[in-house]
RNA sequence: AGUUCGAUUGUGUAACGGUAGCACCACAGACUCUGACUCUGUUAGUCUAGGUUCGAAUCCUAGUCGAACUACCA
């Protein structure tokens, strides 16, 4: 059994509509994004709780791309929008259009008119802008204003012929220019672009307002539960407002806390800049807070749901540990990723008491943590490359590696024994010598010893080599945004370390791109989408937990 | 300044008038053919001041602090 869960604030106001029998017991939910850019772990949050709370309540959640600004929304970001909600695991029962309500809408603002609740307003911007009043003072009527209804039925059936240019002429709802909420200051409905749109071509040349469209359009899908960010909480007047003057479906509108992320930002201008400016290599650059970003670092559906989902759903500002993603990713590989052997900074070993030419093949265990993961062929012989970290000459108490007269296991091999090293000129070391202990064999084990110390090697003959590209975060601080001065005077230098010619072990060889391993006491790694065969490239994932180097720092 | 929303360990989130809990992080230990994983434990919190109540994180009042809002963007 599943252990009992608490409810976030939106469970409970939908289990209580349940209840009441609201919408005959029906939950109906939307996910709206514009299509004018790249989805981010802040849309990766709606998707789960609009879709979660669908399946949750077996209900419905559409995909409706809010695309009323014909500007800046383009097809290719249509497409990529789907293509991370289905990559994120999700399936959306009706894909719908803002723009599929262009009419519907045109009549709604007809039946306004008809009302007396909208009229057509001659001023300019920046006449509109300086009679909205402010914060503290009431606006100011638009001489307009109180234009009669066949006079602004005429002139809003003009203004969707072509009669006037852009900025001409407006729609504007008739609700109260001193409203303290200034959104209620006779909004815009419509404004007049003369703009090719990606779906309706040159077909309008007026487009609704998000507030005029947004509400209506939930309204039309009969959605019950329209959840959208805390900065809209000003728009539920105006919502209800339009809702309740049409006398149409009533939709709701619940706001959430947008999630931040430390060591990264989230909003789309910023986004766009670190692209615009190469300070990352695009959209998809694997250290990008996007969802094609991530997909490309290595990280999973299940670890982006799974932390989603752990990180719940509130109404207060937040910035929530960047390690709490990381952890749900290492969670999610740690159990799905195959463990092999990749030496990154290489030192030779030679196995002294080993005959040269002579080679062994290992059968190693690909998850410990997988029953049924397999075992894979490793090659062995008397050269290897390990990591020029595990060793020391001269090592101190706690250091379980290769050091002159330590004994350390060979990982699916031996037990070997430190002899000592040989250093070039300027006293760097070259190569580490040691013996091995034939009957210390990994499986096959009668030597009787234990050891505190694995190490992961490759095999020098039979090595493959790949590039690797070492990811760290972003910025240096914690909340660029919040800092003095420029974000981007907080970008993190080192944010990728690429290392040209790693050493991997053969079983290696045809990964292809998407493919996620463990290197052993390394770290999570996939393979990048350049990858090519004979030509591979790692992205690091993630790294592992590393006590030892936290020991090594502390001093 | 006005309106609206918010405030619980370092971070995120529960507790719905009745034992302040869970996860991450950090720290300590056990285990380990990954110094990983796993397991055990430790540290640490209700913004402030009043009030209601047998009892307040929760209800009330006042304050403090934070966020959002004055685009022909969404």
Known sequence: MSEERSLNFLEEIIENDIEMGANDGRVHTRFPPEPNGYLHIGHATSICLNFGLAKKYSGKCNLRFDDTNPVTEETEYVESIKNDIKWLGFTWDNELYASDYFEQLYDFAVQLIRKGLAYVDDSTAEEIAATKGSLVTPGINSPYRERTVDENLQLFADMRAGKYKDGEKTLRAKVDMAHPNLLMRDPLMYRIKHEHHHRTGDKWCIYPMYDYAH???????????????????????????????????PSHQYEFARRNLTYTVMSKRKLLQLVNENHVTGWDDPRMPTVSGMRRRGYTPEAIRQFCDTIGIA????????????????????????????????????????????????????????????????????????????????????????????????????????????????????????????ESKSGHDTSGLTVKGTIHWVSIAHAKTAEVRMYDRLFRVEDPSSEEGNFKDYINPDSMQIIPSVYIEPALADAVPGDRVQFMRKGYFCVDTESKPGKLVFNRTVTLKDAWAKEVKRG
């Not at 809702?243 to 149409?248: E, F, S, V």
């Not at 250091?399 to 091999?413: C, S």
């Open 215 to 249: 509400g209506q359009s939930d309204s039309i899908e009969q959605i019950t539960h329209s959840i959208c960010t805390l900065e809209f909480i000003h728009h539920r007047p105006l919502y209800d407002w339009f809702i309740a003057q049409l006398g149409i479906f």
């Open 315 to 438: 109404k207060r500002e937040n910035i929530t540990d960047i390690s709490m993603l990381e952890f749900c990713v290492r969670e999610h590989l740690n159990k799905t990723a195959n463990r092999v052997m990749a030496v990154l900074d290489p030192v030779k070993l030679v196995i002294t008491n080993y005959p040269g030419g002579q080679e062994d093949v290992f059968d190693i265990e690909n998850n410990p943590e997988d029953p049924n993961g397999g075992t894979r062929k490793v090659p062995f012989s008397n050269e290897l490359w390990i990591e020029r970290e595990d060793f020391m000459e001269e090592a101190p108490k706690k250091f379980f590696r290769l050091a002159p007269g330590n004994l350390v296991r060979l990982k699916g091999a031996f037990i070997v024994k430190c002899e000592g090293c040989k250093k070039d000129d300027s006293g760097n070391i070259t190569e580490v010598h040691c013996t091995y202990l034939p």
